[in-house]
């Protein structure tokens, strides 16, 4: 069983800044792609971040230059700054990692729990 945990959302004020992290656990043979999807009230979710194994990332186009992703392969872990927040940004933040269980195993898609980042005055 795998889980992803993530922490570190809350309020913040418009400029502000977070740090929300996401750990990976369980039976867990190889990890490929990581990444921060959110969803706001009444919208769907959408990519917000995604790195590969290899340190490769993409955004959002909303979020360049003031988002960043890493993770650290070593504790199973990826992270995800956020700077210069905008009222806009407020949504849940869902981790995401794409796991493989045991080799020859296919790989699928694992999420976590959400965590609400809320940007207000």
């Known amino acids: 069983q795998v889980q992803l945990v993530e922490s570190g959302g809350g309020l913040v004020q418009p400029g502000g800044s977070l740090r929300l992290s996401c750990a990976a656990s369980?039976?867990?043979?190889?990890?490929?792609?990581m990444g921060w999807y959110r969803q706001a009230p009444g919208k769907q979710r959408e990519l917000v971040a995604a790195?590969?194994?290899?340190?490769?990332?993409n955004y959002l186009d909303s979020v360049k230059g003031r988002f960043t992703i890493s993770r650290d392969n070593a504790k199973n872990t990826v992270y995800l700054h956020l700077n210069s927040l905008k009222p806009e940004d407020t949504a849940v933040y869902y981790c995401?990692?794409?796991?493989?269980?045991?080799?020859?195993?296919?790989?699928?898609?694992?999420w976590g729990q959400g965590t609400q980042v809320t940007v207000s005055s």
């Open positions: 790195v590969t194994r290899g340190g490769s990332t």
């Open positions: 369980g039976s867990i043979f190889y990890i490929y792609d």
């Open positions: 995401n990692g794409e796991i493989a269980i045991a080799y020859g195993e296919g790989v699928r898609d694992y």
